[in-house]
């Protein structure tokens, strides 16, 4: 399961992501504010999100609300410190799913979440997605042409994963680094262009209308659309 976590209290954030990661099995993006909450989510596939309502430049409330009036259908689980009644019903009424109030056991959080993927608010995805004339198989992660096998890198397979599931959307640099390579980790934007542009060799052929596009300072949007230019 894909989690964002958006918490600005530092110790707390990176305490949940550990446990997230190495006692529940489950990837983890972590934002410090919501305007990046909201980016990430907006750019990116993640089954749950667990956003705190006091964050700097969005609070979680604003969150919820800007993502539920744009149809955002994944889960939403708000962290806060507010325990009245009334606190719970204004982010149950801004979109959120779930509530837990601080400070609480990592052991209710992970029993928290089970429950919210047991309501299978994500679709489910094929193990084989065609576009154009190629098929990627997630199964096997094998990429065809035609039939015929092209063969990826490990990143490589995980950029064109990234990209089929985010299609039309706008994929930070920053992001792509993020879910590929990992928060905290010591490679550039260098390596996110190079790896777009060995997959971009592989998969625009003279017979094949470019997929990736870049948006200049920003990052990629991968188009699947034979008729689209630019």
Known sequence: ???LLAEDDLKLGKLVKYVLEKKGGY????VENGEDALVYA????YDVLIVDWMMPRLDGIAVCKKLRSGNYGRAILLLTAKDALQDKIVGLDAGAD??????FEMDELLARLRSLKRRNFAPIQSDVVAFRTFSLNRSSHQLFQNNEE????QREYQLLDLFLQNIGYVLTR??????IWGVGSDVSYKNVDITVKMLR????TEHEQPM???IRGVGYRFKNEISEKG
């Not at 907006?42 to 596939?45: D, F, I, K, L, V």
């Open 27 to 30: 990837q983890v993006d972590w």
């Open 98 to 103: 779930d509530y837990i109030t601080k400070p």
């Open 174 to 179: 920053e992001l792509i680094l993020d879910r």
């Open 212 to 214: 990736i596009h870049s």
């Open 1 to 3: 399961m894909n989690i």
């Open 150 to 153: 092209i063969i990826l890198s």
């Open 42 to 45: 907006e750019g990116s596939m």
């Open 201 to 204: 060799d592989k998969l625009e």
